[in-house]
């Protein structure tokens, strides 16, 4: 599995404001750049907080579907998936719509009724880990379903799960022109930290697009 993590935070390395709203910080070249590292991926995944906050639809635009077919020979959206440990996905989220599959990676602790209902509404629902989804197997389980690259889109408790779990293969990150402020604001990296062991990220390319810029790292092994 390829596992690529991409985001847009302002200069103070924030994801969106302390009232986790969603931000427009990416402007549309970026958002276009987005698209395309969607339509590369067979899956894009989320963390719920992300979910709640957004109500995201995690799809392609049809311009990028085209380009998916020609570059895959597959039609359509790159399958969502969601790590949503008590399964608080809303049974309205727009991720839920038949769009595309959606995963649902859940843990031990989510009852079989409350499952139940979620794959009414049009999940797959994964579990994967006693009180929290353990990420690793939830990719391996991915995997099975053929999923072979992987898009991490945030927010903050997620992407630092994936690193700490020692997931990921490259980050981008668009960082745009403004500041957000606010000690409780998520940020690219959010989860209990490192206080050893940090992961080391390589710099391969810098892009200037919109009013910001594109950093783009690989992650050493
Ligand atoms: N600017 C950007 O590119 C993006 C911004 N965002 C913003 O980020 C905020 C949401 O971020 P967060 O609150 O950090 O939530 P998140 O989206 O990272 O979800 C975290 C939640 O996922 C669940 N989870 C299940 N298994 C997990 C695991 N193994 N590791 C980590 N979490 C796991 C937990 O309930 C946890 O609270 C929103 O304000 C959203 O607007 C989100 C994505 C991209
Ligand atoms: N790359 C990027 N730039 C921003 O400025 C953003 N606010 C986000 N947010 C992410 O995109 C999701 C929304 O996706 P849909 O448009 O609904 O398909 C949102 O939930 C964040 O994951 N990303």
Redesign the pocket.
Known sequence: MHVVVN???SVDGK??SHR???LA?SGPEDFDRVDRIRAAADGVI?????VV??DPHLTLDVTDRRVQRQRHGRPGNPARVV????A?TPLDARILDDEATTYLLVSEQTSEERRTKLADAGAEVIVVGDD??D?AAGIDRLADEGIERLMI???????F?AFDAGLVDELSVFVGSQLIGGRDA?TLA??DGFTEEFPVLTLDDIEQLDDGVVLKYTVEA
Do not use: H, K, N, Y
């Open positions: 985001a847009a935070m994801l969106a986790r709203e969603q910080i989320v963390g719920v907080g992300t906050a957004d790590a949503d440990s008590t608080r929290r989804v990420l889109e945030g927010g903050g408790e997620l992407i799960s998520p959010d989860g």
